[in-house]
């Protein structure tokens, strides 16, 4: 799910490496037509969905002279996913559309190798007991969240001290408020190590994509939040660290790829031979940590302060968060107005200390309510400001 963006593409490119162990059944995007049509051509599914109705005829006519099935709509993604030749599902959407998807993989008993945190930060707790009702493994591909769980391989009954998720610091290391008032889009989508979409990227930026990901880490590995730090890492080598009961700390290390934790998805529990480049001490002769700066980046307290009030308030982060991303790649709001309209969309959303998967997607919506009418003020005084 998500084969176009840019998880998708390089989960693409780690099956093609291994044909004799994996066999592509389903392709889907968004609204990408034209490269789910090509990869269609490439890995020749049995089914390909788009989710953007109104491009279902041309995917459909462009593949006319292939044996695939061309579906298109939201609940077509939850119903492949039920499909008995699948054994696992590469949850690759963005935000909080691959919620319900998930889900229904999770369901259906398949096993799925999760890049769309999106799904533990909106329903963490709901996600995780279909997890252990259905029996099936959740594979984390985020390269934080790989590097976690391949450092507790092995430690079965060893007690957790605490972990510490890594951060480049993105493009904005290091600057203050007064910088950061008046960067542009172009500007923090320069990320300094890895290449992302464009909606991770600003995430990064902003250290909301930590914050998303401390969320996430929550869910995956039983923690309270106490027991989860972030540390900036701006090389990004260490990929993420887990101190144990003893004082002991396991790390996992390598370069900015994200092939690599893709694979270890994908091929778990084998570690397979692959062509990727090596890390070498000798080009890093400094792996050098810093505190994050959460004056400056809101953001990840924000996430934090979502974290601890629970229930459905994550969800309301992350809607927040979505709209006023999307503002700020349309220019529409500036840097830091991002973090004043997810606190106030916080702030006025209904909170709710239990939900259900309908209270989920209904929170959401009632959010971006909230968030876009923020959004249409903010971006009248943003536009006097500039």
């Known amino acids: 799910m998500g084969a176009t963006g840019s998880i998708g593409t390089q989960a693409l490119e780690v099956v093609q490496a291994y044909p004799e162990r994996f066999d592509i059944q389903v392709l889907t995007a968004a609204t990408n037509a034209e490269l789910l049509v090509q990869q269609a051509r490439t890995f020749r599914p049995r089914v390909v969905v788009i989710a953007d109705e109104s491009k279902y005829l041309g995917v459909k006519n462009a593949l006319r002279d292939i044996p695939v099935t061309v579906l298109a709509g939201e609940a077509a993604l939850e119903e492949v996913v039920r499909d008995g030749a699948i054994d696992l599902v590469i949850s690759a959407l963005v935000g909080s559309a691959g919620l319900r998807p998930t889900v229904a993989a999770i369901r259906a008993g398949k096993d799925i190798a999760l890049a769309n945190k999106e799904t533990l930060v909106v329903a963490g707790q709901l996600v995780m ?14 390269s934080e ?16 001290d605490k972990i510490y998720l890594t951060a480049s610091g993105g493009p904005f290391r290091g600057k203050n408020r007064e910088y950061l008032t008046s960067v542009s889009c172009e500007q923090a989508l320069r990320h300094p190590n890895w290449v992302m979409g464009a909606k991770i990227t600003i995430d990064s930026a902003t250290l909301m994509n930590k914050g998303l990901e401390v969320i996430e880490a929550k ?31 396991k790390a996992q290390l390598g370069l900015p790829d994200m092939k690599l934790p893709i694979q270890y998805a994908l091929t778990y529990p084998d570690r397979v031979e692959n062509n990727f480049k090596r890390f070498n001490f000798v080009d890093f002769p400094e792996l050098t940590f810093e505190r994050p700066d959460t004056v400056a980046f809101r953001n990840l307290a924000l996430a934090y302060q979502a974290m601890e009030a629970g229930g459905n308030m994550p969800c309301i982060l992350n809607a927040a968060n979505e709209v006023v991303v999307a503002a700020f ?17 916080m702030q006025r959303a209904v909170h709710m200390a239990a939900a259900t998967l309908d209270d989920y997607m209904e929170t959401d919506r009632k959010s971006r309510e909230i968030a876009v009418e923020l959004v249409t003020k903010a971006k009248n005084l943003y536009h006097i400001a500039k």
């Open 129 to 142: 007991e279909l997890v252990q009702k259905h029996g099936v493994n959740l594979l984390p591909v985020d």
């Open 329 to 345: 790649l349309k220019g529409n709001v500036g840097f830091l107005q991002m973090s004043d309209i997810i606190e106030e969309t």
């Open 219 to 249: 869910w995956l590995f039983g923690l309270q939040a106490r027991q989860i730090d972030v540390v900036v890492h701006p090389q990004s080598i260490v990929h993420s660290l887990v101190q144990f009961a003893d004082g002991s700390i």
């Open 145 to 160: 969240h790989s590097a976690i769980f391949q450092c507790m391989v092995g430690e079965a009954g060893a007690t957790v």
